[in-house]
């Protein structure tokens, strides 16, 4: 076996445990009511075929050769547990020896979907919200811990910390996998939508590796964002996820070219976009706007969001975007979820309906945040504001610095791309 071909087996379970993952854990954790352990017996799963694939090949249906292997190692772990009498009482079914659990039979469920379960089961409330994303994340989606880190601007060992304790948890507290009803079901909601939110971000701008997107994840998000409006249909934050998340998606085919390269959303071409989907897009967001003013009430930071997204979906040219009305829901945004990554990207707004000036003051004031240090974006649009006012070695430092700070390889050539465009001497025709 050559080298190179070890290496092409690694990159193929790579990519099939991304897809994979999820689907195995929770059908484990649907038989072993432990989601703790369902991911360990997955992971013996692809340790298995880490060490069989690259000489035997990878197999025709890799996903269920996965799902075999991750099975069969839960069979023998209930075959050889001393917890088998607990957990033969505690599913309920008559055992043959060794007990083996019928791992394909359903759960009747209005839902019937493992992933849902398992989503609002990393979800619960015994859990804190930081560690219900954390765990979501991992489990949902097979995002590593530093990945994770990345998108929550926190540190790696707070994030493997996190998802340790939540599995812990969630152990003692023996938390049911199973979809929550009535009452809980509402008070659990909010921070599922925060995970399908994060997940989704993570598909349509990778943190890391050779990728600008993993639309695989964006799918997924929308999928559960579906399904939950499904669910909950006079919820509008609910809609207004989905709406969101619709209007994103629509994007997708235009955030590439050819190559992989990214585009970015002033340079796109928007004939490129998904207009299916930026159509039930707006339906939502009217959808979640009828029921806020049936209840009297405003708009929810991810209707807000909808909102934004949808002053983009209804320009036919970036000439055309409505950026004051921009500016005007990143300030109802800023009132209702305060951050500082808000008030980045209302800084971009200002910068496109004032002017360059106003919005390099708006990142000048932030710049000092802890949680944005280390924030590849913040130097990445200062550059941009730079650029836009004839500083040009300015602008090239804080491309550079952007791109030491990302980890995705086709972000930083962009923006090395950008910075290497910027040589002594140029200057900007005004």
């Not at 790579?14 to 991911?39: C, N, P, Q, Y």
């Not at 029921?291 to 997204?309: D, V």
Request: aromatic content about 4%; proline content about 5%; hydrophobic content about 45%.
């Amino acid at each position: 076996m050559t080298e190179a071909t070890h290496s092409v087996a690694n990159r193929t379970i790579e990519a099939v445990w991304r897809i994979e993952s999820a689907k195995i854990v929770a059908a484990l954790a649907r038989m072993t009511r432990d989601v703790g352990l369902a991911e360990e017996l997955a992971q013996e799963a692809l340790v298995a075929a880490l060490e069989k694939w690259p000489s035997s090949g990878v197999p025709d249906n890799p996903g269920a050769w996965l799902m075999a292997a991750a099975k069969n190692r839960a069979r023998d772990h209930f075959r050889h547990s001393k917890l088998v009498e607990a957990k033969h009482e505690e599913i309920g079914r008559e055992a043959e020896e060794g007990f083996t659990p019928d791992f394909d039979a359903g759960l009747e469920d209005d839902i019937g979907d493992d992933l849902l379960r398992l989503i609002f089961t990393a979800c619960h409330p015994v859990l804190s919200t930081e560690a219900r994303a954390a765990l979501t994340l991992r489990l949902l989606c097979g995002l590593t811990t530093d990945e994770i880190a990345r998108a929550f601007l926190v540190p790696e060992p707070t994030v493997a910390q996190r998802i340790v304790r939540a599995k812990r948890t969630l152990a003692e507290a023996r938390v049911p996998f199973e979809m929550p009803r009535g009452d809980d079901l509402a008070a659990r909601l909010s921070s599922v939508l925060e995970v399908v939110y994060l997940v989704f971000n993570e598909g349509y701008s990778a943190t890391a590796g050779e990728d600008w997107m993993r639309p695989a994840l964006c799918e997924d998000a929308l999928r559960l964002s579906r399904i939950l409006a499904e669910l909950a249909p006079t919820e509008p934050e609910v809609l207004g996820l989905l709406a969101l998340l619709e209007i994103q998606a629509s994007r997708l085919r235009a955030r590439t070219g050819p190559s992989g390269a990214p585009i970015l959303l002033m340079d796109q071409d928007r004939t490129h976009w998904d207009h299916l989907l930026v159509r039930r897009g707006l339906a939502a967001l009217e959808r979640a706007e009828e029921l806020e003013r049936e209840a009297g009430g405003a708009l929810g930071p991810y209707a807000l969001q909808a909102a934004i997204a949808a002053c983009h979906a209804r320009a036919r040219t970036p000439a055309e975007t409505d950026w004051k009305r921009i500016v005007a829901l990143y300030d109802g945004l800023a009132q209702l979820m305060p951050s500082p990554v808000v008030e980045l990207n209302r800084a971009v707004a200002v910068a496109m309906a004032y002017g360059p000036e106003e919005g390099l003051a708006l990142v000048d004031a932030i710049a000092a945040e802890p949680a944005l240090r280390g924030y590849h974006l913040l130097p990445s649009v200062r550059a941009d504001f730079l650029l836009k006012l004839g500083r040009l070695d300015e602008a090239r430092e804080e491309f550079e610095r952007a791109a030491s700070l990302t980890r995705n390889t086709r972000e930083i050539r962009l923006l090395l791309d950008r910075a290497a465009a910027l040589h002594p001497g140029l200057r900007v025709v005004k």
